[in-house]
Nanobody, 115 residues
Framework: QVQLVQSGGGLVWAGGSLRLSCAAS????????MAWYRQVPGNERELVAA???????TYVDSVKGRFTISRDNAKNTVYLQMNNLKPEDTAVYYC?????????WGQGTQVTVSS
């Protein structure tokens, strides 16, 4: 059984920074994508950033230039560096790791940005 353990959430002032991490409990073979999603109650879960095995990264327009996704394949870990946080970034953030045959979700972590 693979579990994704998240850390790094919290409460920050607008303009501050947080770094989220997500580590798999065991090595996952054949990782295709590693991604971060966020969700506000009442809204659909939104893809924030993703990185593919080929090195391509994608970001939702609202975070471009502020967030950076990175990965450490050897540790089966994905990070999300969030800079210049805005109140609209407030959400529960979830990591997701997809192999070629199965996907795994983290437990979610709250990020709250206060103005």
């Amino acid at each position: 059984q693979v579990q994704l353990v998240q850390s790094g959430g919290g409460l920050v002032w607008a303009g501050g920074s947080l770094r989220l991490s997500c580590a798999a409990s065991r090595y996952i073979f054949g990782i295709k994508t590693m991604a971060w999603y966020r969700q506000v109650p009442g809204n659909e879960r939104e893809l924030v950033a993703a990185t593919a095995s080929g090195g391509v990264t994608t970001y939702v327009d609202s975070v471009k230039g502020r967030f950076t996704i990175s990965r450490d394949n050897a540790k089966n870990t994905v990070y999300l560096q969030m800079n210049n946080l805005k109140p609209e970034d407030t959400a529960v953030y979830y990591c997701k790791i997809e192999s070629w045959d199965v996907g795994f979700w983290g437990q979610g972590t709250q990020v709250t940005v206060s103005s």
